[in-house]
């Protein structure tokens, strides 16, 4: 007998094996078969590829099977397996599968059990299909309906033309008081005793659209009692009916933002629906061998007859979409790269766009060798057009979660979220930071006289003041009702907290202006601190909103830190600042100096300008007792200005009584000399008092020259060039090296008290002061040590080369009028 005819059709066979097994692949579909006899499984390659396995290395059993269930999915196998062999009958089973790496696979299996001729079961066979992404879909579907239906706002589904009540979530049905049995037998006119012909027919105008219709309307609960509702409607298809999707607020109430915007984006989801795709496989010259049946329906065909054998160019395709198709299916056979999956769009007849979803790869025998192509597309147009619109309401829906409806400020929400963040950053920095808490004194009264649409644009004006106040990286955010909280990040010390606070009921407290109302309103604000006060978001709101109520019980218009150590020294500060503020307006500083010597020869060499507070009831401050506080309010800028001024006119003063006064020193502040307009006034002043540059020596202290060296460089240059003398202030304590001070255009260093006050007993001090001084003397500089004030400290510092002298021991800081008696008696 001739095997001919056999080996002819084997080519055919393989072609159509290979063919059957790509399409297995493509369907996550594979074919199984199971030995009774000896528990040996035989899987096609799709069933390795859902077990992760690799068929050179791995033989699966019935006991590896059972043993990577778990064990309800093993228990209901067996069961099925016991139950087949004992009735014959095919057999359904769905399993979760965990591969080794931890993926998770859902596998849908169907088989049945083949029989001897003695009908003993020998085998089970069947089909296992991959249905991960059902279950995924499903899981996904779920949520979003559990979602919706615990939501805590009004959602309802009504019929478009009848109006005939189709869903309710629970908030809805509690609400009204009404069971779903009982809704779904009335009609929106029903609930709404107040709707409006006139609102039904913007109703009509949603048909077709993706539009929505907003409206004020009332509801009426079963028990008759009605209620405001802002209510949003769209039209959409729900259960194959024409419907419309209806958002109701209550809005008798401030209602949680986010909840409401939450189940707006899920319902938007909702929308979203699996399309179908079509399937379609060429041979090597870009031919049809085949496709499924949607395929064919798009090629406007009947059966696959009419389609084998044909190309791109045969089949009804618009324009160039043909030779597209066609050029692109060859590219992909000639160069045979892996799949391409791109997004291919078209104008359909009706002139509408089309997008499509389009996958192409090589078709391989069972020699790894191109024998064509598969494609695969499907219609995305309305997914893409859904996730454009999802998109798009996702950003509002995302910006209205977190933030106030009426002032668009961050909501609790958002707040506890960067309050949590702020904790974190804090800790990681070791940084500090506060939280203010401000409630808005007799806002109440407000509302009650004159209602709420005038209270909400008095928060408005309020909340943009306070706005004003803050930094870009400080929140300001509305709890609700007139509770403001701000979160102050990187805060300095507890005054930071104070500025601000002081600010914002500065910003508050002028009169507002709304529709032909004036009101003079206050605010009550309470402070907490982190890492201080508490290391929670709640905690630090909770002690921030005791020390507002606490702001409250001492008179309103004030704040209060959560501790009353800090609240006491808070407004001891501000009180200070405050008589700051008048002492510079009164002029009630006072300039003294102290006379510098040549230790040797005892001659008046120099004085340093020192400043003293006349104070209206304490008497004469020291600088300790004010200087502090003047950096932090920035007032230290003035204050240096007044100095200067006072010092200056003094010295001319002294000239023109031909005193001939020393060199005068002046203390610089960091804060005096950043200023833009430094040179500028310094000039003035210069010109004022016909004072020369030579006559004056500039003391800058070494910790703040070094903080920020470059800058100060160039700043201190320019007073060189003018002719001052600079000298470096409280030198040692700001560790400088050599090398800076080579940069540096100085001419002095002022050796800092601290290192002469145990001289000579303590040996460290006195090695450091012969190191600075050596320093000095091999730069060129002159030296001078302040803070002298025995006979031991100066000998020290004689013998070792240091001879100007300031201190004690010599002078203590006197007032004009003793340092013009002193200039005197020098002058005979």
Same mark, same amino acid.
């Given at each position: 007998?001739?095997?001919?005819?056999?080996?002819?059709?084997?080519?055919?066979?393989?072609?159509?094996?290979?063919?059957?097994?790509?399409?297995?692949?493509?369907?996550?579909?594979?074919?199984?078969? =199971?030995?009774?006899?000896?528990?040996?499984?035989?899987?096609?390659?799709?069933?390795?590829?859902?077990?992760?396995?690799?068929?050179?290395?791995?033989?699966?059993?019935?006991?590896?099977?059972?043993?990577?269930?778990?064990?309800?999915?093993?228990?209901?196998?067996?069961?099925?397996?016991?139950?087949?062999?004992?009735?014959?009958?095919?057999?359904?089973?769905?399993?979760?599968?965990?591969?080794?790496?931890?993926?998770?696979?859902?596998?849908?299996?169907?088989?049945?059990?083949?029989?001897?001729?003695?009908?003993?079961?020998?085998?089970?066979?069947?089909?296992?299909?991959?249905? +991960?992404?059902?279950?995924?879909?499903?899981?996904?579907?779920?949520?979003?309906?559990?979602?919706?239906?615990?939501?805590?706002?009004?959602?309802?589904?009504?019929?478009?033309?009848?109006?005939? @009540?189709?869903?309710?979530?629970?908030?809805?049905?509690?609400?009204?008081?009404?069971?779903?049995?009982?809704?779904?037998?009335?009609?929106?006119?029903?609930?709404?005793?107040?709707?409006?012909?006139?609102?039904?027919?913007?109703?009509?105008?949603?048909?077709?659209?993706?539009?929505?219709?907003?409206?004020?309307?009332?509801?009426?609960?079963?028990?008759?009692?009605?209620?405001?509702?802002?209510?949003?409607?769209?039209?959409?298809?729900?259960?194959?009916?024409?419907?419309?999707?209806?958002?109701?607020?209550?809005?008798?109430?401030?209602?949680?933002?986010?909840?409401?915007?939450?189940?707006?984006?899920?319902?938007?989801?909702?929308? =979203?629906?699996?399309?179908?795709?079509?399937?379609?496989?060429?041979?090597?010259?870009?031919?049809?061998?085949?496709?499924?049946?949607?395929?064919?329906?798009?090629?406007?065909?009947?059966?696959?007859?009419? &389609?084998?054998?044909?190309?791109?160019?045969?089949?009804?395709?618009?324009?160039?979409?043909?030779?597209?198709?066609?050029?692109?299916?060859?590219?992909?056979?000639?160069?045979?790269?892996?799949?391409?999956?791109?997004?291919?769009?078209?104008?359909?007849?009706?002139?509408?766009?089309?997008?499509? &979803?389009?996958?192409?790869?090589?078709?391989?025998?069972?020699?790894?060798?191109?024998?064509?192509? =598969?494609?695969?597309?499907?219609?995305?147009?309305?997914?893409?057009?859904?996730?454009?619109?999802?998109?798009?309401?996702?950003?509002?829906?995302?910006?209205?979660?977190?933030?106030?409806?009426?002032?668009?400020?961050?909501?609790? +929400?958002?707040?506890?979220?960067?309050?949590?963040?702020?904790?974190?950053?804090?800790?990681?920095?070791?940084?500090?930071?506060?939280?203010?808490?401000?409630?808005?004194?007799?806002?109440?009264?407000?509302?009650?006289?004159?209602?709420?649409?005038?209270?909400? $644009?008095?928060?408005?004006?309020?909340?943009?003041?306070?706005?004003?106040?803050?930094?870009?990286?400080? +929140?300001?955010?509305?709890?609700?009702?007139?509770?403001?909280?701000?979160?102050?990040?990187?805060?300095?010390?507890?005054?930071?907290?104070?500025?601000?606070?002081?600010?914002?009921?500065? /910003?508050?407290?002028?009169?507002?202006?709304? +529709?032909?109302?004036?009101?003079?309103?206050?605010?009550?604000?309470?402070?907490?601190?982190?890492?201080?006060? /508490?290391?929670?978001?709640?905690?630090?709101?909770?002690?921030?909103?005791?020390?507002? @109520?606490?702001?409250?019980?001492?008179?309103?218009?004030n704040f209060q830190f959560y501790t009353e150590e800090l609240?006491?020294?808070?407004?001891?500060?501000?009180?200070?600042?405050?008589?700051?503020?008048?002492?510079?307006?009164?002029?009630?500083?006072?300039?003294?100096?102290?006379?510098?010597?040549?230790?040797?020869?005892?001659?008046?060499?120099?004085?340093?300008?020192?400043?003293?507070?006349?104070?209206?009831?304490?008497?004469?401050?020291?600088?300790i007792a004010f200087i502090p506080v003047a950096e932090e309010?920035?007032?230290?800028?003035?204050?240096?200005?007044?100095?200067?001024?006072?010092?200056?006119?003094?010295?001319?003063?002294?000239?023109?009584?031909?005193?001939?006064?020393?060199?005068?020193?002046?203390?610089?502040?960091?804060?005096?000399?950043?200023?833009?307009?430094?040179? $500028?006034?310094?000039?003035? &002043?210069?010109?004022?008092?016909?004072?020369?540059?030579?006559?004056?020596?500039?003391?800058?202290?070494?910790?703040?020259?070094?903080?920020?060296?470059?800058?100060?460089?160039?700043?201190?240059?320019?007073?060189?060039?003018?002719?001052?003398?600079?000298?470096?202030?409280?030198?040692?304590?700001?560790?400088?090296?050599?090398?800076?001070?080579?940069?540096?255009?100085?001419?002095?260093?002022? #050796?800092?008290?601290?290192?002469?006050?145990?001289?000579?007993?303590?040996? $460290?001090?006195?090695?450091?002061?012969?190191?600075?001084?050596?320093?000095?003397?091999?730069?060129?500089?002159?030296?001078?040590?302040?803070?002298?004030?025995?006979?031991?400290?100066?000998?020290?510092?004689?013998?070792?080369?240091? @001879?100007?002298?300031?201190?004690?021991?010599?002078?203590?800081?006197?007032?004009?009028?003793?340092?013009? $008696? #002193?200039?005197?008696?020098?002058?005979?």
């Amino acid at each position: 007998m001739s095997h001919r005819p056999l080996e002819q059709a084997e080519p055919t066979l393989q072609k159509q094996e290979k063919r059957l097994i790509q399409l297995q692949e493509f369907a996550k579909v594979g074919l199984w078969e =199971l030995d009774i006899a000896t528990g040996k499984l035989s899987w096609s390659s799709e069933i390795y590829k859902m077990h992760g396995k690799d068929p050179a290395t791995f033989s699966p059993t019935l006991d590896y099977l059972l043993n990577s269930l778990s064990v309800t999915d093993r228990e209901r196998m067996q069961r099925k397996l016991k139950t087949a062999i004992e009735t014959g009958q095919k057999q359904h089973l769905s399993h979760k599968l965990v591969r080794e790496d931890g993926t998770e696979v859902f596998i849908e299996l169907v088989g049945h059990i083949e029989y001897d001729e003695n009908q003993t079961p020998i085998k089970a066979v069947g089909i296992s299909s991959d249905i +991960t992404h059902l279950i995924q879909l499903e899981r996904r579907y779920q949520e979003l309906a559990h979602l919706m239906q615990i939501a805590h706002q009004e959602i309802y589904i009504f019929d478009y033309h009848n109006l005939r @009540y189709l869903y309710a979530n629970d908030c809805a049905l509690n609400n009204l008081g009404y069971t779903l049995e009982e809704l779904t037998q009335l009609t929106v006119l029903d609930t709404n005793p107040y709707l409006t012909l006139e609102h039904v027919e913007k109703l009509k105008a949603l048909e077709g659209s993706q539009k929505t219709v907003t409206n004020l309307s009332i509801h009426q609960r079963k028990n008759g009692s009605r209620y405001p509702v802002k209510a949003i409607l769209q039209h959409l298809p729900y259960q194959g009916q024409d419907a419309v999707v209806l958002f109701d607020t209550d809005i008798s109430e401030l209602k949680n933002i986010e909840a409401q915007l939450t189940q707006q984006k899920e319902l938007m989801e909702n929308v =979203l629906e699996t399309v179908p795709v079509r399937i379609f496989w060429k041979d090597l010259a870009g031919k049809y061998l085949g496709a499924n049946q949607l395929f064919l329906s798009d090629a406007q065909l009947e059966s696959q007859q009419q &389609l084998i054998g044909k190309t791109d160019y045969d089949l009804p395709w618009q324009d160039d979409q043909g030779d597209y198709y066609f050029q692109t299916d060859m590219a992909i056979i000639e160069s045979g790269q892996s799949t391409l999956t791109q997004q291919e769009s078209y104008v359909d007849e009706d002139g509408s766009e089309k997008t499509w &979803l389009v996958s192409r790869m090589p078709l391989k025998n069972g020699q790894q060798q191109i024998v064509g192509m =598969l494609g695969t597309y499907e219609d995305i147009t309305e997914r893409r057009n859904l996730e454009i619109q999802l998109k798009h309401q996702t950003e509002i829906l995302k910006h209205q979660a977190h933030h106030d409806e009426l002032t668009q400020l961050p909501n609790r +929400t958002l707040f506890n979220n960067r309050l949590q963040y702020a904790i974190e950053k804090a800790k990681r920095a070791q940084t500090a930071f506060a939280v203010h808490f401000i409630d808005l004194d007799q806002f109440k009264k407000i509302n009650d006289s004159l209602g709420h649409d005038i209270g909400d $644009e008095v928060l408005k004006i309020i909340a943009n003041r306070i706005r004003r106040t803050i930094r870009a990286e400080d +929140t300001l955010a509305r709890l609700g009702g007139d509770e403001f909280t701000i979160l102050q990040e990187s805060l300095n010390s507890p005054q930071d907290a104070v500025t601000l606070a002081q600010k914002i009921l500065d /910003a508050t407290h002028d009169p507002i202006q709304v +529709t032909g109302h004036t009101f003079l309103l206050s605010n009550s604000i309470g402070m907490s601190l982190y890492p201080k006060d /508490a290391d929670t978001p709640e905690d630090l709101l909770k002690y921030a909103d005791a020390a507002m @109520y606490r702001a409250k019980d001492e008179g309103r218009n004030n704040f209060q830190f959560y501790t009353e150590e800090l609240s006491n020294k808070a407004f001891e500060q501000m009180a200070m600042q405050s008589s700051l503020r008048q002492a510079l307006h009164q002029q009630e500083f006072l300039v003294y100096y102290q006379p510098q010597y040549h230790a040797v020869t005892e001659k008046l060499i120099g004085m340093e300008a020192l400043v003293r507070w006349q104070h209206p009831t304490k008497g004469l401050l020291p600088p300790i007792a004010f200087i502090p506080v003047a950096e932090e309010s920035n007032l230290i800028v003035e204050l240096d200005r007044q100095v200067m001024r006072g010092a200056l006119h003094q010295l001319k003063h002294w000239f023109d009584l031909g005193l001939n006064p020393p060199k005068l020193s002046l203390n610089l502040t960091v804060k005096h000399l950043q200023q833009d307009d430094f040179i $500028e006034k310094l000039d003035e &002043l210069l010109k004022q008092s016909n004072c020369k540059p030579e006559w004056i020596e500039f003391e800058i202290t070494e910790s703040n020259l070094m903080e920020n060296l470059e800058k100060m460089n160039f700043k201190l240059t320019q007073l060189k060039q003018f002719g001052f003398h600079i000298a470096i202030d409280d030198f040692g304590t700001g560790y400088s090296s050599l090398a800076y001070l080579k940069r540096l255009p100085v001419t002095k260093l002022k #050796i800092d008290k601290s290192f002469i006050l145990d001289l000579p007993q303590d040996e $460290e001090d006195a090695v450091i002061t012969k190191t600075m001084i050596a320093m000095a003397e091999s730069l060129g500089l002159t030296v001078i040590a302040e803070g002298v004030e025995t006979l031991e400290q100066k000998s020290f510092l004689i013998n070792h080369q240091c @001879y100007q002298h300031q201190g004690y021991y010599y002078s203590r800081p006197i007032s004009s009028l003793d340092m013009t $008696e #002193i200039l005197s008696k020098l002058a005979e």
